[in-house]
Nanobody, 116 residues
Framework: QVQLVESGGGLAQPGGSLRLSCAAS????????MSWARQAPGKGLEWVSG????????DYADSVKGRFTIYRDNAKNTLYLQMNSLKPEDTALYYC?????????RGQGTQVTVSS
């Protein structure tokens, strides 16, 4: 069955960095676009970033553009999100999503908290 397991979240200070990882299994990872989405406390699900299956294209929400970088290793079936210059408003549960957008199948999430 399809599994997406996120890791790498934690507590970071404003201006700090974290790298999220998503280990995918149960499907041909290299055939699918993948995305990251997040949900902050009391808010709806927000798409953060997406990457095409062959890494030929990426896109970002305006709120993270220039600070976050999405990339993938198809040989390792792993998706990544490098998050730099973190802000308190980046605090959320981050999900790896199969496909493009926020509404596809996703994992359990990894918590990111940005606070001094």
């Amino acid at each position: 069955q399809v599994q997406l397991v996120e890791s790498g979240g934690g507590l970071a200070q404003p201006g700090g960095s974290l790298r999220l990882s998503c280990a995918a299994s149960g499907f041909t990872f290299s055939n699918y676009a993948m995305s990251w989405a997040r949900q902050a406390p009391g808010k709806g699900l927000e798409w953060v970033s997406g990457i095409l299956s062959d890494r030929s294209g990426t896109d970002y929400a305006d709120s993270v553009k220039g600070r976050f970088t999405i990339y993938r290793d198809n040989a390792k079936n792993t998706l990544y999100l490098q998050m730099n210059s973190l802000k308190p408003e980046d605090t959320a549960l981050y999900y790896c999503v199969k496909g493009w957008g926020a509404r596809g199948l996703r994992g359990q999430g990894t918590q990111v908290t940005v606070s001094s």
